[in-house]
Nanobody
């Protein structure tokens, strides 16, 4: 069974940096668009960033643009979200997701058609 496994969450002070990674277990998503979403307590899940299968095209939500960077290494079958200048409002469970046959921009459009979700990793930013 294919699974997405996130890692790298944790607690960081405001202004700090954190890096979360995602790797598939039991399969590969080399030709799929990969994305990161997040869900804060009491809020709906929202789009954060996505990257095309080739890594050429990326898309970001306005709230993280300029602070977060998504990248992928198809040789290692991993996707990474580098988060800089973190704010308390970035606190959430971060989920990795994949979708075959879509673009990075389209992946960020609700209702978020996704083939697979990871179980999430918690990122907490203290003020």
């Amino acid at each position: 069974q294919v699974q997405l496994v996130e890692s790298g969450g944790g607690l960081v002070q405001a202004g700090g940096s954190l890096r979360v990674s995602c790797a598939p277990s039991g399969g590969t998503f080399i030709y799929s668009t990969m994305g990161w979403f997040r869900q804060a307590p009491g809020k709906e899940r929202e789009f954060v960033a996505a990257i095309s299968w080739s890594g050429v095209t990326t898309s970001y939500s306005d709230s993280v643009k300029g602070r977060f960077t998504i990248s992928r290494d198809n040789a290692k079958n991993t996707v990474v979200l580098q988060m800089n200048s973190l704010k308390p409002e970035d606190t959430a469970v971060y989920y990795c997701a994949t979708r075959y046959g879509t673009t990075a921009q389209a992946m960020g459009v609700p209702p978020y058609a996704v083939d697979y979700w990871g179980k999430g990793t918690l990122v907490s930013v203290s003020s």
